[in-house]
């Protein structure tokens, strides 16, 4: 059975382009380190073996802001290929510049829609893992349809996952997690790893400086960990 959905030309983006200045250094690093670390749409469907040099298990991370938890789980588990999509060239900057200082291999970049990477350069089944950390809550009601947790994109990273593959989410908007955690029950194809409620967060995700000052505040945090099953 085929179970990719259908999206509509025009999709709801669930991002705005934030005019962020670069520094020098992030300009810098795509000068020098793009040809490496940098993925283009127009390469198409990717073959991780011949992207990474190896045969591993791919990690998508959408979303992944200035880059610093992504470079660090890409070292803490060199045994996994990290593969990042982000809209905003500051964040990509700053994130191939530090992985190039510190010679990190196991780290590829798209620099575009995650909706397009997706649908024209994931291969099915190709990915052990999707994680999508504190995305934009749109906190507004009349916002919340632009929201990336929807159950079609839930879908369609279910073609990408493979077969017992994990989606890890996370947000301190409460109301967030709620509408993340009935999306993800209801889809089809998904177990809840903990169960029937939030999950504790797991080792590989380190916590951000942004989430240790919102704990001193009281704010909380939510995960969800669901595995593919069919």
Request: proline share 5%; charged share 25%.
């Amino acid at each position: 059975m085929d179970i990719r959905p259908e999206f509509k030309q025009k999709a709801i983006r669930s991002y705005v382009i934030r005019a962020g200045r670069m520094t020098e250094g992030q300009r810098k690093a795509f000068d020098d380190h793009w040809g490496f670390y940098g993925l283009s749409l127009h390469d198409g469907s990717a073959c991780w073996p011949e992207v990474f040099g190896r045969q591993a298990p791919v990690v998508l991370e959408i979303g992944f802001g200035m880059g610093d938890s992504l470079l660090e789980m890409a070292q803490a588990e060199p045994d996994k290929d990290f593969v990042g999509v982000e809209v905003h060239p500051p964040g990509v900057g700053r994130l191939i510049n530090n992985a190039a200082e510190q010679q990190t291999k196991n780290l590829r970049v798209y620099m575009a829609d995650a909706l397009d990477v997706l649908q024209d350069c994931i291969p099915d089944q190709s990915l052990s893992r999707v994680q999508i950390y504190f995305p934009d809550p749109w906190h507004k009601k009349k916002h919340n349809k632009r929201r990336i947790i929807q159950p079609e994109f839930i879908q369609l990273l279910r073609t990408k996952l493979s077969i017992g593959g994990l989606i890890h989410l996370a947000t301190d908007w409460e109301n967030y997690a709620e509408q993340m955690l009935e999306v993800m029950s209801q889809a089809e194809g998904f177990r809840n790893q903990a169960g029937d409620g939030y999950a504790e967060r797991p080792a590989f995700r380190p916590v951000t400086k942004f989430e240790r000052r919102g704990e001193r505040l009281g704010h909380g945090v939510w995960d969800l960990l669901f595995s593919r099953q069919k």
